[in-house]
């Protein structure tokens, strides 16, 4: 049985960082795409970076590659993703994601919802002063 558990959210200033985590277990990491999505108030889910069996990593836009970091860790079956400047919008749910009969990371952002097929329950990042 595949699942996802993330933790790492909470409630941050403006400019501030936070490192969120995803363990998996039922499967290995190493064979998924890994993605982590954001769902903000009032808006669909929507990817905003992944990571390949090969390490490649995608960001969604690209732009966000400057303050967020998607990796993970092998050893310990555990995906990452670093957030750095955080800024009030980024507030919102933050669910790991992987993918489920494939190995293939979303084209776009608003087609993770329909790539990843094994979800974890979510963790909220709130951002405010």
């Known amino acids: 049985q595949v699942q996802l558990a993330e933790s790492g959210g909470g409630l941050v200033q403006p400019g501030g960082s936070l490192r969120l985590s995803c363990v998996g277990s039922?499967?290995?990491?190493?064979?998924?795409?890994i993605g982590w999505v954001r769902q903000v108030p009032g808006k669909e889910r929507e990817g905003i970076a992944c990571?390949?069996?090969?390490?490649?990593?995608?960001y969604y836009p690209d732009s966000l590659q400057g303050r967020f970091t998607i990796s993970r860790d092998l050893a310990k079956n555990t995906a990452y993703l670093q957030m750095n400047n955080l800024q009030p919008e980024d507030t919102g749910v933050y669910y790991c994601?992987?993918?489920?009969?494939?190995?293939?990371?979303?084209?776009?952002?608003?087609?993770?919802?329909?790539?990843?097929?094994?979800w974890g329950q979510g963790t909220q990042v709130s951002v405010s002063s």
């Open positions: 994601a992987a993918s489920s009969g494939n190995s293939y990371c979303p084209t776009t952002g608003d087609r993770a919802p329909r790539t990843f097929g094994n």
């Open positions: 039922g499967f290995m990491l190493r064979f998924s795409a």
């Open positions: 990571i390949t069996p090969r390490n490649g990593t995608i």
